[in-house]
T-cell receptor
């Protein structure tokens, strides 16, 4: 099973709302990621969790707050967002976020969820 | 200099033709390389990993040239269902890391 699930599929929120995006995987992966993708652009890395610890925060504004309750779950808490934050938010997981064995790409292959399409009014 | 560079296209190709995509990456210490496919308004899906020895999966062949920092993807006997955006993706591997994506090459297979 290479499935990563995300909820909700769509979310519309006002700039004063607080909402959360959820992601789940049952592949036993120890690394989980949040990416943001704007239309006609590639995904941009936001956060990396490795063994349930935040290892990378790519200078993301504090109005985005990640949380990893356990190795299968990843949340993204949203508060006081701006209209320019409207985008597709993608969750991904991989076996690990660190270098794997040379010639063994499978260690770092990332599997993406279907995304949450967020609109901020 | 951009980290992963690709020709954005679009590539308009007749069904049954062979099409090749290339990309270059700037970080010579990069660890792993992939091609992902992304359909409109969908998530990226892993197409294949890329190795220096070259690897093939059905109609798809990928190749890595570490000396030139160059990655390629060849699609033979293209199908209408191959129409998508193809993303060249690099795992820098400098520590705990995420993927670095190229901007993608848009492929349109025409009947």
């Amino acid at each position: 099973d290479t499935e990563v699930t995300q909820t909700p599929k769509h979310l519309v929120m006002g700039m004063t709302n607080k909402k959360s995006l959820k992601c789940e995987q049952h592949m036993g992966h120890r690394a989980m990621y949040w990416y943001k993708q704007k239309a006609k652009k590639p995904p941009e890395l936001m956060f990396v969790y490795s063994y349930e610890k935040l290892s990378i925060n790519e200078s993301v504004p504090s109005r985005f707050s990640p949380e990893c309750p356990n190795s299968s779950l990843l949340n993204l808490h949203l508060h006081a967002l701006q209209p320019e934050d409207s985008a597709l938010y993608l969750c991904a997981s991989s076996q690990d976020s660190r270098r794997g064995l040379a010639g063994k790409n499978s260690y770092n292959e990332q599997f993406f969820g279907p995304g949450t399409r967020l609109t901020v009014l | 200099r951009k980290e992963v560079e690709q020709d954005p296209g679009p590539f308009n190709v007749p069904e049954g033709a062979t099409v090749a995509f290339n990309c270059t990456y700037s970080n010579s210490a990069s660890q792993s390389f992939f091609w992902y496919r992304q359909d409109c308004r969908k998530e990226p899906k892993l197409l294949m990993s890329v190795y220096s020895s070259g690897n093939e999966d059905g109609r798809f062949t990928a190749q890595l040239n570490r000396a030139s920092q160059y990655i390629s993807l060849l699609i033979r006997d293209s199908k209408l269902s191959d129409s998508a955006t193809y993303l060249c993706v690099v795992f820098p591997g400098g520590g705990a890391d995420g993927l670095t994506f190229g901007k993608g090459t848009h492929l349109i297979i025409q009947p």
